[in-house]
């Protein structure tokens, strides 16, 4: 089997980041509902709280991201249990080598933004534990290194995006 290689992903469209976001945020925290339809997608992306900035997505907007990701095997249809409606999965497990933090961490930013450290590490870890201010730093650092993220100066001190 030829696989393809990990950490490889081109610049994706701000709508495509939220879509992203919401998926893996709602991987981590309603697992009973994941993955979505694309009236529930829809509604995460718009959602009026902790989201930054907000938006007015329509389901064709969400439908045309999905299918352009899709291509690049970041996202999934699927049927689960022989159900009608599609569904969609996001495979970031796959296509990155992200520590479970990370995934966190990506979908935190993708949602809402810029943010200091201690916002960050309290909204992410809604999604997964991460136990102290230098574990989330040592996280962030990995992601930068790689390219992932950027930062206004020292990671102690600025918010990050």
């Known amino acids: 089997m030829?696989?393809?290689?990990?950490?490889?992903?081109?610049?994706?469209?701000?709508i495509q980041r939220r879509v992203l976001g919401v998926l893996m945020e709602k991987a981590f925290t309603t697992p009973d509902a994941y993955p979505l339809t694309?009236?529930?997608?829809?509604?995460?992306?718009?959602?009026?709280?902790?989201?930054?900035p907000q938006s007015s997505?329509?389901?064709?907007?969400?439908?045309d991201a999905l299918d352009d990701m899709?291509?690049?095997?970041?996202?999934?249809?699927v049927f689960p249990g022989g159900g009608?409606?599609?569904?969609?999965?996001?495979?970031?497990?796959?296509?990155?080598?992200?520590?479970?933090?990370q995934l966190a961490i990506m979908a935190e930013l993708r949602l809402r933004g810029r943010q200091q450290l201690g916002e960050l590490r309290t909204r992410a870890s809604r999604m997964v534990r991460?136990?102290?201010q230098e574990q989330l730093r040592q996280e962030l650092t990995s992601l930068q290194q790689k390219g992932y993220l950027q930062a206004n100066g020292p990671l102690e001190r600025r918010g990050i995006e």
């Open 2 to 14: 030829n696989e393809e290689p990990k950490n490889q992903i081109k610049d994706l469209k701000k």
């Open 38 to 52: 694309l009236k529930a997608l829809t509604t995460g992306c718009n959602q009026k709280s902790n989201r930054s």
């Open 57 to 63: 997505y329509d389901e064709g907007q969400i439908q």
């Open 70 to 77: 899709r291509q690049d095997l970041l996202v999934a249809e």
């Open 84 to 101: 009608r409606t599609a569904r969609y999965r996001h495979y970031m497990r796959n296509k990155f080598d992200f520590s479970e933090q």
């Open 130 to 132: 991460i136990d102290s």
